[in-house]
Structures are given as structure tokens and as C-alpha cells.
């Protein structure tokens, strides 16, 4: 089994950025994918962003597409996403999580297809 434990996460003003990273450590040799949800108090979970971790099969949100760009670096067994031009909505508390099927397109979005999470890492944007 992969453990995830996000960091990065903070304050920051809106138009800012942050870069939030996701370090995997037990069993990273069958690791296949990995995605990157977030959560504000009283919403659903929602889908931010999803790779393979030989950096193809690239998915992002409606909501944050042109702003967010996700990355991993194989070699520190470690994912990013960097985060542009943030907004107040962009508040939430953002996890990462591993995904072992294929998926596309919408079906990148579906939490069922990702195991294990990790604890969270909480991103203000202040207006």
C-alpha cells in the first residue's frame, strides 16, 4: 500500500501562488497514478487535477484549468500541483490521493477510483 502526506498548503492573497506537494513512501514501485481533490466546508469533494506518474495522461477541472499545473518527479516518489492566479473560491482543503486504473476525461473526476488519500493540507485565499 502507498502512504500520501500532503504539504505546502497556507495563506496567501488572492492572485497569488502556492505549490503543494505530495510525497508517497511504502509500496511506490506499483504506483500508476495519482489526483489531487479538494474540499470546502459544507461542499462535495471535488476533482482538481490527475497524472500518471511518467507525467502523461494529464486531467484538470473545469474550475482551475489554465491556472494549476500538475507534476511529478519520479525520482523523489513526490507530485506537485502548482497553483497561479488563486482566487477566494480556491479555498478548501486540498488532498492527494493514488488512483491504479486508467481513466479519461470525466471519468478522471470520480473519487470511487482513487485509494488511498492522503491527510489533507488547507489553502486560504484571502481577498
Known amino acids: 500500500q502507498v502512504q500520501l502526506v500532503e504539504s505546502g498548503g497556507g495563506l496567501v492573497q488572492a492572485g497569488g501562488s502556492l505549490r503543494l506537494s505530495c510525497a508517497a513512501s511504502g509500496r511506490t514501485f506499483s504506483k500508476y497514478a495519482m489526483g489531487w481533490f479538494r474540499q470546502a466546508p459544507g461542499k462535495e469533494r471535488e476533482f482538481v487535477a490527475t497524472i500518471r506518474w511518467s507525467g502523461s495522461g494529464i486531467v484538470y477541472g473545469d474550475s482551475v484549468e489554465g491556472r494549476f499545473t500538475i507534476s511529478t518527479d519520479n525520482a523523489k516518489n513526490t507530485g506537485y500541483l502548482q497553483m497561479n492566479s488563486l482566487k477566494p473560491e480556491d479555498t478548501a482543503t486540498y488532498y492527494c490521493?493514488?488512483?491504479?486504473?486508467?481513466?479519461?476525461?470525466?471519468?478522471?473526476?470520480?473519487?470511487?477510483?482513487?485509494?488511498?488519500w492522503g491527510q489533507g493540507t488547507q489553502v486560504t485565499v484571502s481577498s
Open positions: 490521493a493514488a488512483r491504479n486504473s486508467y481513466c479519461s476525461g470525466d471519468g478522471c473526476s470520480q473519487r470511487s477510483i482513487y485509494d488511498p
